[in-house]
């Protein structure tokens, strides 16, 4: 017999990606304004967001794929002028990757977009959003 709250935990999970993916798609909306696929714009995103240069090494590591593919997506940021590589001191080899100002801007612009909650939170009454933003600190162990 299956538990009745797994049939419930299905439909709040349905319905929450409903929201968040079907009607506010900020994926879509990111690639769009930025002009390139979600996956650079993550790319620049772990870059831009790095307290120091990454090797390609880290870039494929942070982005969970191959150093390859990690050269192709910086070479094709690199082309649109949002990161730059530089030597690293350490080992003459390997190049650093920082993002520019302009790969900053470009990654703040991202955020801004991936983090503008979708109209249907700014409906819900103060006490509902509460319980929201616990039950979400909960999900992710913070609670």
């Known amino acids: 017999m299956t538990d009745p709250s797994d049939a419930v935990a299905e439909r709040a999970w349905r319905n929450l990606g409903t929201v ?3 009607r506010n798609d900020r994926r879509r909306e990111v690639t769009e304004a930025l002009g390139m696929s979600f996956f650079r714009i ?3 995103r772990r870059i ?3 307290p120091a240069p990454l090797t390609l090494r880290d870039v494929a590591e942070r982005l969970l794929t191959d150093r390859p593919y990690a050269t192709v997506v910086v070479d094709d940021l690199v082309g649109r002028g949002l990161v730059e590589r530089t ?3 350490a080992d003459r080899r390997a190049k ?5 100002e302009a790969g900053r801007a470009a990654a703040a612009e991202a955020e801004r977009i991936l983090g503008t909650p979708p109209p249907e939170l700014y409906g819900l009454p103060a006490e509902d959003l509460a319980v929201l933003d616990r039950i ?3 999900l992710l162990g913070e609670s």
């Open 20 to 22: 968040f993916h079907e």
């Open 42 to 44: 993550k790319a620049l």
């Open 48 to 50: 831009a967001a790095a």
């Open 87 to 89: 030597p690293n001191p």
């Open 96 to 100: 650093l990757v920082t993002a520019t």
């Open 136 to 138: 979400a600190l909960h």
